[in-house]
Every structure is written in structure tokens, then in C-alpha cells.
């Protein structure tokens, strides 16, 4: 399963995530040895290879014909795919999607290999030993398209409110493998408020962008307690050869794809949705089981997203890169809203001084954005998470990024989470300034102290003066089970104290506009980061890794549902 819903009715697409894969490790003791496994798959699932750094390839048949487009949502680190042996592509990061294509497919079954990589190196400038894990193998939905020489890539739809009007920006992306232009129709509707049709013609081997703005009549808004989807869908077709058929068109492709009519705009220090100032209350999740790694199944997200509502949480933050569009598909069901952001943790200069550092992170940034762009959920991109925003050097590499996120998009508010207190260089590009603050943590202040001089020092000192002020993280560690009355850091009572003073010092701090407590579960860290965690784990979850409820997690719902995701 690739999406919650289908995104085509006539494009024959064949499911290969499930069962039929082989795991074959490429180095290490067991190099050689076929296990078999199903996909998505990390394997570190597998008990011989919960800490295999290395390669190894995933492998299945399938059955196709004539051009075909080969899709992958996520191969951790890197993925390297073969076809019946030959090499089709590589793609460097696990979190963001990518396709080939693939022509003269002769009829019958063929095989297709994936070759994953999870080692680190200098050719790897994001996936670096961090305090999160990162995995080996086919970690998210496979699919295999057949598709005819000219197909539809992508739609994207831009709400926009004029007034009482409602009007979408619809961008539709139509490719012409073939070796002849091609000449047809493209028709585009959106279920019950607008559609177009436009001839088009694209030379040969090119793409094409067609775009349209259309006024929406009736609109039923996108909202957190109302979030209502709307279904667009692109039709392409050509004239018909059959004399019989003169004047018929052929549809030859499809694609369908859903959004939500909201807005998100900015007024002062207020973030605003549909002109109604929020207040976030959320978690940063990292995408971690113990069963799964980061390859979840539906299930188990589903599970998280209710134990978040449960909590009385109205947001999530994608920490630290570009989610499963599964989860983004529940997120927009369930009207959760969304930070999501690119692929980065605490670079130093140095990092990001790596030769590969600024062409992965954009491709990351421009991936993230063309496969997500459509989900109302989404409603704030972020960026390089405790990197080194102050330094003059990092500062040009902020600078590109957030360039390029509004090249690609301004209907969304940027913003980057910051830990370089009283010296941020980079508060000036984004509409939304965010701080990581660990007051009664790292940080041996009051809540309510170590906050507000990070607030001040912005106001007073920097560009993000008068823009909104979010925490993207706060909170403390406690390891499951360990119970006592000393209030000791660790104990399960210091995280639910230390977390109850963070919330309300967050909610009473002026001009803030809400909060991502860190973090929603206990995580895996690489073993190679962080040798003092406890575990070899980051343990500030309000839940641990089996989503065994803390203390804290009774201090959290408390606040959280006491208070509205409208600030009135
Ligand atoms: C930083 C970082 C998180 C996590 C956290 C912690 O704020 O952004 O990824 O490492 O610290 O637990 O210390």
C-alpha cells in the first residue's frame, strides 16, 4: 500500500510491497544467505542484522510488458535498482520517493533488484550517525506502473480564498517519452466544484506543465475538527485511430490525487488557518518501532496518530526529514496538522561543508515538496534541524534552502528549529522563528525563565523580531519503569514535573505560538552516536518504544486537552 486511497483507475498499477522478496546480505558473516521478508522491510527486523551496516539486496519477480515506471517511497540509505541484472537507477536518501522508467519490457515475469546501502561515509552528507537510528533495506511501498509513452507525473493543487472565493492553482505535469511529439487532451477535475480541458502537444522526450486556475463553487473548508478531501483527477487522452470512431478519444492515462481547501497565512506572531489563529500542540515523532524499524506498517501509524489525539495533540513534527505519504494520507483524514521538514540533524559548519551536502539537501527539499505539496495537513516546511545556522557559511546554505522551498511553494510558512541560543545568524528568511529549548533538562533554568530569554533575545536582537515563535522542542528524559519518589532526572516522576512546568511556561509566554514536545516515543539511536544514552536510546518519549504509557503521559493530556486548537 502506497497511499490510504487509489490514485488510479485506468493506469494498471501492480502492488510488489507484501510478501515473494528475498533479503540477501552482501557483506558481513552471512553474506550470501537468502532470507526471506516481506516489504517494506528494514533489515534490522531481522535478529542477525539488527546492527548490519552494510549492503545487501532485496529481490522479486513480476510480471510486465512494453514501458513501465518502476516506484519507490523510500530505500534506506541509498538504492540502487536492477532489472533482470541491469542497472536502472540510484537514489541517494531514505525518506523521499523516486521512480524509473523502464521501456521495451518484453512479455513475461522479470526480476527486479534492490540493492540498499546503510553505511556511512563521505559521499553521505544527511545520513550521518545521529541521535536517531537509521536503517538498511526497502523501507517503505513498491509498485510497478504500466504506462503508455506519454503520462501524467504529478498534479498539484494550490487553494487559494479571494474574499468568500475559494479558487485552486492546478499544475499538472505530463510526460512525452516517446520519440514523436505527442498531441492529445488533457482534461482536469475536481470532484464537484471545477474542471478544464486543454489540447496539448509535447516534443519529443519532454515534459510539460500545464496550469490553471479555477474558481470553486460550494467549498467546504478544510479544517482540524472538519477535514474535508477533495479528489482531483487529471484524464489524458488522444484522438482515436478506428475510423468508426472518428471523433472519440482514447484515455490513455489517469492520475488522481486528493487536497483540502485551507489556508495558512501569517498576521503578526499569529499563524492563522482559514483566518483562525492556532495553537499548536504537538510531538516530534521520528519513525521508529521496535518491530518494524522505520518501515511501519499502516497499522502501527495509525496507532501512534491515536494515541497523539488521545493525548489531546492537534500537530505532528516530521523530525528529522520528509515522512511516509502514508502517514501524511491519515494525517489529512484526520486533520492533524503537519511540520514537516528536510532531511537534516545538528550539522556542524563541517558537515555541511561535505561536497554533497547542499545538492542532497535541496533534491531532498524539491522531492519533499512535489510528492507532498497536496496534503492540507502539511501547513509549515521546515529545514535543517540544530544545523549551523550561526555561521556565515551556513547562513548561504540556509538562505538557498529556504529560497528554493518558496520557489516551489508560497502558500506555506518556513521555518527551521534552532538551538544556537543568543546567536542565530538566520532568523531574517523564515516567517516562523522556532526554537529547541530543554530548560529543567540540558538547560538548569525555570521554564518560564530559559523561554522567555530566548523570546526576548529574538525580539530585541534579530530579524525574527515580530514573527510567530514556535517551540519545535521541549521536554526531558525518563526511562520506562523507573519509578521514585526523589524527583531524579530519568525517573518517569521527573519527566512528568519537568514536562508539566515546560507546557504551561509555553502557554503563558507571549507572542509563542504553541509547542512539539520532544518526543512522542522512545527511539533507537545509531550505535555508532551516542554511547551515553541509556538503552542506546533516546528516552524523552511520552511513550516508550512499545508505546507503554509514562507518567507523563497523564501530565500532557491534562494541558493538552484543556485547551483549544483555536486560540480565541
Ligand atoms: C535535539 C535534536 C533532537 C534530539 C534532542 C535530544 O534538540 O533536535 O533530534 O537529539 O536534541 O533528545 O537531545
Not at 65 to 80: A, I, N
Not at 463 to 475: C, H, M, S, Y
Not at 500 to 511: M, T
Request: aromatic content about 10%; some cysteine.
Amino acid at each position: 500500500m502506497l497511499r490510504t486511497f487509489q490514485t488510479h483507475d485506468i493506469r494498471e498499477v501492480i502492488e510488489l510491497s507484501g510478501s515473494g522478496w528475498t533479503f540477501t546480505p552482501l557483506m558481513g558473516e552471512h553474506a550470501g544467505e537468502t532470507y526471506p521478508v516481506v516489504v517494506p522491510c528494514c533489515w534490522e527486523s531481522l535478529p542477525e542484522f539488527s546492527a548490519y551496516r552494510g549492503t545487501g539486496k532485496f529481490e522479486r519477480e513480476f510480471t510486465a510488458e512494453g514501458t513501465v515506471r518502476l516506484v519507490f517511497k523510500g530505500v534506506s540509505h541509498t538504492g540502487t535498482v536492477y532489472v533482470d541484472g541491469e542497472q536502472i537507477g540510484t537514489h541517494y536518501n531514505a525518506f523521499t520517493p523516486f521512480d524509473f522508467i523502464v521501456k521495451n519490457l518484453t512479455p513475461g515475469t522479470h526480476t527486479l533488484t534492490v540493492e540498499a546501502d546503510n553505511r556511512f561515509s563521505e559521499a553521505s552528507a544527511l545520513h550521518i550517525p545521529n541521535d536517531y537510528m537509521t536503517y538498511g533495506g526497502v523501507t517503505r511501498g513498491v509498485a510497478v506502473e504500466l504506462i503508455e509513452d506519454a503520462y501524467l507525473e504529478w498534479i498539484h493543487v494550490i487553494p487559494k480564498k479571494e474574499g468568500d472565493q475559494w479558487n485552486a492553482k492546478v499544475r499538472i505535469s505530463v510526460a512525452n517519452i516517446a520519440e514523436q511529439e505527442f498531441r492529445g487532451t488533457l482534461t482536469c477535475n475536481i470532484e464537484t466544484v471545477a474542471s478544464f480541458a486543454e489540447e496539448i502537444r509535447i516534443p519529443a522526450g519532454e515534459n510539460a506543465v500545464i496550469e490553471r486556475t479555477v474558481r470553486a463553487q460550494q467549498v467546504c473548508e478544510w479544517t482540524p475538527m472538519e477535514p474535508k478531501l477533495y479528489q482531483v483527477t487529471a484524464l489524458l487522452a488522444i484522438q482515436s485511430e478506428s475510423v468508426s470512431q472518428e471523433d472519440d478519444q482514447v484515455i490513455i492515462d489517469d492520475l488522481k490525487d486528493r487536497f483540502g481547501f485551507r489556508e495558512i497565512t501569517i498576521v503578526g506572531k499569529d499563524i492563522l488557518l482559514n483566518g483562525k489563529k492556532l495553537r499548536i500542540k504537538g510531538f516530534c515523532r521520528h519513525e521508529d518501532h521496535p518491530m518494524y524499524g522505520c518501515a511501519l506498517p499502516l497499522a502501527a501509524m495509525q496507532q501512534d496518530l491515536q494515541i497523539m489525539k488521545d493525548l489531546g495533540a492537534n500537530a505532528v513534527r516530521t523530525s528529522h526529514y520528509p515522512n511516509d505519504e502514508l502517514f501524511l494520507d491519515l494525517c489529512d483524514e484526520q486533520g492533524v496538522l503537519v511540520w514537516e521538514e528536510n532531511h537534516a540533524r545538528g550539522l556542524t559548519e563541517e558537515h555541511m561543508r561535505n561536497p554533497h551536502f547542499e545538492e542532497q539537501a535541496e533534491r531532498c527539499i524539491a522531492e519533499m515538496i512535489t510528492a507532498h505539496i497536496n496534503h492540507p495537513s502539511i501547513i509549515i516546511w521546515g529545514i535543517l534541524n540544530e544545523c549551523a545556522s550561526e555561521t556565515e557559511y551556513g547562513k548561504s546554505c540556509y538562505e538557498k534552502q529556504y529560497a528554493l522551498i518558496k520557489q516551489m511553494d508560497t502558500s506555506r510558512p518556513r521555518s527551521s528549529a534552532s538551538c544556537k541560543f543568543f546567536t542565530d545568524i538566520c532568523l531574517g528568511y523564515p516567517e516562523i522563528v522556532s526554537y529547541n529549548l530543554y530548560p529543567e533538562w540540558y538547560v538548569d533554568k525555570s521554564s518560564a525563565e530559559w523561554i522567555k530569554e530566548n523570546y526576548d533575545w529574538v525580539q530585541e536582537h534579530t530579524e525574527g523580531a515580530g514573527k510567530p515563535f514556535l517551540i519545535t522542542e521541549i521536554g526531558a528524559g525518563a526511562i520506562y519503569g523507573d519509578r521514585t519518589p526523589t524527583m531524579c532526572k530519568w525517573s518517569e516522576e521527573y519527566q512528568a514535573l519537568a514536562l508539566e512546568h515546560q507546557l504551561k511556561a509555553v502557554f503563558a509566554q507571549e507572542g509563542c505560538s504553541g509547542v512539539f514536545i520532544w518526543q512522542f516515543c522512545d527511539v533507537r539511536i545509531s550505535n555508532e552516536w551516542f554511547s551515553n544514552r541509556p538503552r542506546t536510546m533516546n528516552n524523552k518519549g511520552v511513550v516508550d518504544e512499545y508505546r507503554r504509557r509514562k507518567l507523563s503521559y497523564e501530565t500532557v493530556k491534562n494541558i493538552f486537552t484543556s485547551l483549544d486548537t483555536y486560540v480565541q
